[in-house]
C-alpha cells in the first residue's frame, strides 16, 4: 500500500503531525470513504470524522494534504457524461514511433476535445499501438470531424490509428484502490 | 438531460476546487447566491438523476495504487456474460464494450502491483481468454473534469 500520510515516528507528513498524533487506520478508513464520495450534510468533514475515528480539523488537513501531495487530483463534482448526452466516446489508439511518441502525446494533450491521453506498451503481434487518446463527444459524427481535423492539422496520415467507439458501459465509477468491492 | 441555470452553474463552478472548510456546501451556496439548503438538494438529485456520480476527490492512479487498462477479445454472442464476470473480479472500477476484436477494455486497480497482477492472473484463467496488459507508461494529460460544452449537448 501506498500510503503518503505514514505513522508518525517514521516519515510524518510536514504539517499534519506537528499537534496531535494522526491515527493511521483513521487515515487508511478516511481513504476508504472518501472512495465513495463526499458525504452531502452541511458538515461532511464532521461526517467522516465520526465515519473514521479521526476530528474534523485532521480530516480537512489530511485532504488539503493529499491534494498538495496530489494523490488527490482533484475535489469536486464527478461528471458522468453519457447523462448530460456525450453520447459518443472513442478510444483513438495510435502505432507512433517511438521516437516521436512523447512529442506527440504532449501536443495532443493540449487539444480540447481530447481528454486522456497516454503512452501504453505495445503487445505485438496482436496489439501494434503506444499511444492512446479519449475523445468525449456528442455524437459519433462529430467525433469523426474532430478526429479528421486532428489528422490533417498534426499531420498524422502516415502514423496508423483505429477508432474504438464505446457502445455500452458496464461500469464506470471512481477508483477503489484501498476499499472493498 | 436538460438541466437549469443553476445545476449547469453548480458543475460549472466545482469540477474541481470544493472548498474545505466546516461548510463547504455553504460557501458554495454563497458563491452561487443559493441557500446551502438548495446546494445539497441539488447535489442529491443530481446524483439520483446519474448526473454526477459522486461529489469527491478524484485520486492520482500512480499513487493511489496499482491499475492497468486491459483487454479481452469476447466471442460477441457472450460479450455480456463476460462482462459481468469481468465486475465480480475485485477492483474493476470501468469496464466498457468498444468496438474492436477486443471489445471489452476494463481497468482494475488494487492496493499494489502485486495483488494487482495477481487479480488479473485469477480473472484470466477464469475467462480462459487471451488478455491484453497495457500499464501506463506516461501520462499526457488525464483529467476528466473539462469544461461541459453545454451549447453542443442535446
Not at chain 2, 63 to 92: C, F, H, W, Y
Request: proline letters at 7%.
Amino acid at each position: 500500500m501506498n500510503m503518503p500520510l505514514r505513522q508518525a515516528g517514521t516519515t510524518p507528513g510536514p504539517n499534519l503531525f506537528k499537534t496531535n498524533p494522526v491515527s493511521p487506520w483513521g487515515l487508511l478508513r478516511l481513504r476508504q470513504q472518501l472512495e465513495q464520495g463526499l458525504p452531502l450534510t452541511p458538515r461532511p468533514y464532521q461526517t467522516l470524522a465520526e465515519q473514521t475515528g479521526l476530528t474534523e480539523s485532521q480530516v480537512m488537513e489530511a485532504i488539503e494534504q493529499w491534494q498538495e501531495q496530489g494523490l488527490i487530483k482533484r475535489l469536486g463534482l464527478v461528471v458522468k457524461h453519457r447523462t448530460l448526452g456525450y453520447n459518443a466516446n472513442a478510444m483513438v489508439v495510435w502505432n507512433v514511433p517511438d521516437e516521436y511518441v512523447a512529442e506527440l502525446g504532449a501536443r495532443m494533450a493540449k487539444v480540447p476535445f481530447i481528454t486522456l491521453c497516454y503512452q501504453r506498451p505495445r503487445q505485438l503481434p496482436d496489439w501494434p499501438y503506444n499511444l492512446f487518446c479519449m475523445i468525449h463527444g456528442v455524437s459519433r459524427d462529430r467525433v469523426r470531424a474532430q478526429l479528421k481535423g486532428l489528422i490533417a492539422d498534426f499531420g498524422l496520415a502516415d502514423i496508423p490509428h483505429s477508432v474504438l467507439f464505446s457502445t455500452k458501459a458496464y461500469r464506470q465509477r471512481g477508483g477503489r484502490y484501498v476499499s472493498h468491492g | 438531460m436538460q438541466l437549469d441555470a443553476a445545476d449547469r452553474q453548480l458543475i460549472d463552478s466545482y469540477q474541481r476546487g470544493l472548498p474545505v472548510c466546516e461548510r463547504p456546501y455553504q460557501a458554495m451556496a454563497q458563491t452561487l447566491g443559493l441557500t446551502e439548503d438548495e446546494v445539497i438538494e441539488r447535489l442529491s438529485a443530481l446524483k439520483a438523476q446519474q448526473v454526477l456520480s459522486r461529489i469527491g476527490p478524484v485520486f492520482e492512479h500512480s499513487q493511489a495504487g496499482a491499475s492497468l487498462l486491459a483487454a479481452v477479445a469476447a466471442p460477441p454472442e457472450k460479450m455480456d456474460r463476460v462482462a459481468t464476470q469481468i465486475n465480480l473480479a475485485p477492483g474493476v472500477n470501468h469496464n466498457y464494450a468498444r468496438e474492436h476484436t477486443y471489445n471489452l477494455w476494463f481497468v482494475m486497480t488494487a492496493p499494489d502491483e502485486h495483488t494487482l497482477d495477481e487479480r488479473l492472473d485469477e480473472l484470466e484463467r477464469k475467462l480462459r481468454l487471451p488478455m491484453l496488459r497495457l500499464p501506463m507508461i506516461k501520462g499526457y494529460h488525464i483529467d476528466l473534469g473539462f469544461p461541459i460544452d453545454w451549447e453542443a449537448l442535446p
